[in-house]
């Protein structure tokens, strides 16, 4: 499967509608592999509305790759090394910080036994005592913890900044962005890919990624079944009062389903709260009440001087789901030829963007790759039914064992 500067070049209006690859999500996801892509094929990526302005513009940009993918550690290594090495591009900035799963409810032994089996794995991880978490965290309260596991390589970013800077990096490559136009059905012809339909006609290419966030299972429906049901999930920002200190780790809560950091400027993100949703054109932007409540009542229950803090902000989105919460990165044996599907991250999207760029890569040009396919295949699925039941996750691995 190629796609390369050699198709028949037609204009409308002016506007070139053909191209080697098209690529219909302009996320963070669809950026990363204009990226990847354009400086050896002639790439359009194709976005309904503004650039990283659905799930991207909404994330909370924390880089856990490291515990999310503990049993496959090249996926991990391979996108902490791309953020590492891409850190001080344009705006772009890499923070290295790391992350505390925080131990309750009398599972330390469990957890223990995680970290003994995860470092003779050879990853950079620790279990802290209550006394050692409140020597390195004061903010936390040790107290009401049996410990917390700390991750070492994991980082945040601006989700923003870093589909920007990726999409200014794909143009000045040659790769060329349409805002504002949506996708309406992907065309097939004799079984191959022969492009896309939008309100502007036709486009053009043999090669098409599908990487349109929950929205690619209904694009693709009627060209092949994917499971990726869509969920709502939501942020808070608080003001503790007195800024949080450069040292405030990042890291989540198992079994409360949320996650937090601190902000550049000493607030507290906290997200989470991910429910599956049978409207996600009409689901709300904002926060619940439920969420608030929740927020209120657990945040002072592990951190120290927030029982005062006031509330800044909150929003919520919508991102797609798969049954086991990781992505569809693939060219499906059942699909037409020339379809490639990237869609399903679960909430992993900015951060799973550099390994999604590179397997992308490989199905386009049929290059060796040393990340593993299988971990990503449609195939891995008894059913490509998008009914299933949805699993929430927070930034890593809610399980103790």
């Avoid at 950026?31 to 799930?55: K, N, P, S, T, W």
């Avoid at 619940?288 to 009542?297: C, Q």
């Avoid at 060796?368 to 891995?380: H, I, V, Y």
Wanted: glycine residues 10%; aromatic residues 8%; negative net charge.
């Amino acid at each position: 499967m190629t796609g390369d500067r050699t198709a028949v070049r037609g204009t409308t209006r002016g506007d070139r509608r053909d191209a080697g690859v098209l690529v219909v999500g302009g996320g963070v996801v669809g950026c990363a592999v204009a990226r990847e892509l354009a400086a050896d094929h002639d790439v359009v990526v194709l976005e309904q509305d503004q650039i990283a302005g659905g799930a991207t513009a909404l994330a909370a940009g924390e880089i856990t790759m490291t515990p999310s993918y503990s049993d496959v550690l090249a996926v991990a290594d391979h996108a902490n090394d791309f953020f590492r090495g891409y850190d001080g591009t344009g705006r772009f900035r890499f923070h290295e910080r790391p992350s505390l799963e925080l131990v309750r409810d009398g599972r330390a032994d469990a957890a223990r036994r995680r970290v003994d089996r995860l470092r003779s794995d050879g990853i950079d991880v620790a279990y802290l005592e209550p006394e050692a978490v409140r020597e390195r965290y004061p903010r936390v309260d040790a107290s009401r913890l049996d410990g917390a596991v700390r991750h070492a390589e994991t980082g945040f970013v601006d989700p923003y900044t870093f589909a920007v800077t990726l999409k200014e990096e794909a143009e000045a490559r040659g790769a060329r962005f349409r805002m504002g136009l949506a996708v309406d059905e992907v065309v097939v012809d004799d079984g191959r890919i022969r492009g896309v339909s939008t309100a502007e006609g036709e486009f053009c290419a043999p090669t098409v990624v599908a990487a349109a966030g929950w929205r690619t299972e209904r694009l693709l429906r009627d060209v092949v079944r994917i499971p990726v049901r869509p969920y709502r999930t939501q942020c808070i920002v608080l003001d503790p009062g007195a800024p949080l200190e450069e040292t405030f780790p990042m890291g989540w809560i198992p079994g409360e389903h949320v996650y937090f950091r601190a902000e550049h400027n000493g607030d507290l993100l906290v997200g989470g709260w991910s429910f599956a949703t049978d409207d996600p054109e009409g689901a709300s932007r904002q926060e619940d009440e439920a969420f608030r409540d929740h927020v209120a009542e657990v945040v002072p229950s592990v951190f120290r001087e927030f029982d005062r803090a006031g509330f800044v902000d909150g929003w919520a989105g919508i991102d797609g789901a798969t049954p086991d919460t990781r992505p569809i990165i693939d060219a499906p044996a059942d699909a037409p030829e020339g379809l490639i599907v990237a869609t399903g991250f679960h909430g992993r999207g900015i951060m799973t963007a550099p390994v999604a760029a590179t397997l992308v890569r490989s199905f386009v040009t049929g290059e060796a790759c040393d990340l593993p396919r299988e971990e990503f295949t449609l195939s891995r699925f008894d059913s490509t039914s998008p009914d299933f039941e949805f699993r929430s996750i927070s930034a890593g691995d809610d399980s103790y064992e």
